[in-house]
């Protein structure tokens, strides 16, 4: 493994305040077989202080290229341009905490040159009430699984995160698969005062408010069966709308339900069973 010559700085305050900056400009690893992995330009930053073992702050990291060759130098697998960015801050005054997830990748090229391209996920939880995130922060880490956390230590503070409210966002996501298309956003919002929560989970769907909003061409549908079929129910049905040489599914989210705009209504929880049923089956 042969490693280019790289820079890393930093600095810290007697306060906590951290900065970081680390830049490798390439890796390269040979195989017995004759491949090789090749990564470029990676470099990484951050901004912030480690509070009650959460960190306050941004922190950044990316990689120009990520690619397997084979013993002609052909290529297997190529990742170009790929970046995740953390952010988090603290409302002093509400006591309460907001964080970002932001993952993005400009094209990923697999076996047989197909390629998923423009992806971009941005994933956020706002309004979360700190000593209740932090617990939990702090309960995880020293339990990773959760399963042998004390439940007398979880329940109240699931009790305090809910009581107080919170949103869970998904601001932007969407990709390209051979030029087709798909986007989606939508917030889910726990209003403040929603208790019993660890007594009684049930209590969670109905109180939930929200929207979702949804986009696939009619590529990528036509190139799945039986989501194409799906989403031509779902048109009749008038749930779903033509638009743009696609489909759109925009609804709101009350009382655990979607709500569309010609009135009708569905189960949030309908959203899941595939989901569930594929875990019951594996089983």
Partial sequence: MSISPSVATGTATVLGQVTFQLNVPSVQLDFENGEQLVINQVSAKGEGKQENGFWLGEQSASMKQ??????NHDSLFDIDTIGYTFKSSLN??????????????????????????DLNVDFA?????????????????????????????????IENLFARGFQVSMNDMHFKIAEEEFKSKWLVEVPEGT???????????????GNMNAYMSQGMALAHPMLAQGVDELVVMDMIKEK?????????IEGGQLVFENGQQIPLIALFLPLLMGQSMGQ
Avoid: W
């Avoid at 990520?66 to 013993?71: A, T, V």
């Avoid at 979360?128 to 329940?155: K, M, Q, T, W």
């Avoid at 743009?244 to 925009?250: I, N, Q, R, T």
């Fill in 244 to 252: 743009d040489a696609g489909y759109e599914l925009d609804a709101n």
């Fill in 92 to 117: 002093a005054e509400s006591d309460r905490i907001d964080t970002q997830h932001i993952f993005d990748m400009t094209q990923l090229t697999y076996p047989e040159g197909a390629q998923l391209s």
């Fill in 195 to 209: 208790e019993n929560v660890s007594r009684d989970p049930s209590v969670v769907l109905p109180a939930l408010q």
């Fill in 125 to 157: 939880m706002n309004s979360l009430d700190r000593s209740a995130f932090e617990g939990l922060v702090s309960l995880y880490r020293s339990n990773p699984s959760l399963a042998h956390a004390d439940i007398n230590e979880i329940a109240p503070l």
């Fill in 66 to 71: 990520f690619s397997i060759l084979d013993q």
